[in-house]
């Protein structure tokens, strides 16, 4: 099993910048996949950025170019940069982990099995 606590949430104009992390705890070794979804009131998750287990980086369109996904080499910890913030970004931040590649390919959320409490980002 695997444990995942997000952190770094908060309120910030737009424009901004700001910086999630993750730990993860557990058997940390099996996630071959780590994202960020992000889900406001009334919508769908949404796959925002991947991360594979050999460094490739995955990403959705309304992201690139602003958004950077990384994870420390023991695999503990996983970031999200987000620069240029919009108030289009604004939404609950969860990072997921999945013992499956091919989680990445596609950033659905039904492939990743193991899920943090959340993160509030707001801008404004």
């Known amino acids: 099993h695997v444990q995942l606590v997000e952190s770094g949430g908060g309120s910030v104009q737009v424009g901004g910048s700001l910086t999630l992390s993750c730990t993860a705890s557990?058997?940390?070794?099996?996630?071959?996949?780590m994202g960020w979804f992000r889900q406001s009131p009334g919508k769908a998750p949404e796959g925002v950025a991947g991360s594979y287990i050999e460094g490739k980086t995955s990403y959705a369109e309304s992201v690139k170019g602003r958004f950077t996904i990384s994870r420390s080499k023991d695999n503990k910890i996983l970031y999200l940069q987000m620069n240029s913030l919009k108030p289009e970004d604004t939404a609950m931040y969860y990072c997921?982990?999945?013992?499956?590649?091919?989680?990445?390919?596609?950033?659905?959320?039904?492939?990743?099995?193991?899920w943090g409490q959340g993160t509030q980002v707001t801008v404004s």
């Open positions: 557990g058997y940390v070794h099996s996630t071959l996949c």
């Open positions: 997921a982990a999945s013992t499956t590649q091919w989680a990445c390919d596609g950033l659905g959320d039904a492939a990743f099995g193991y």
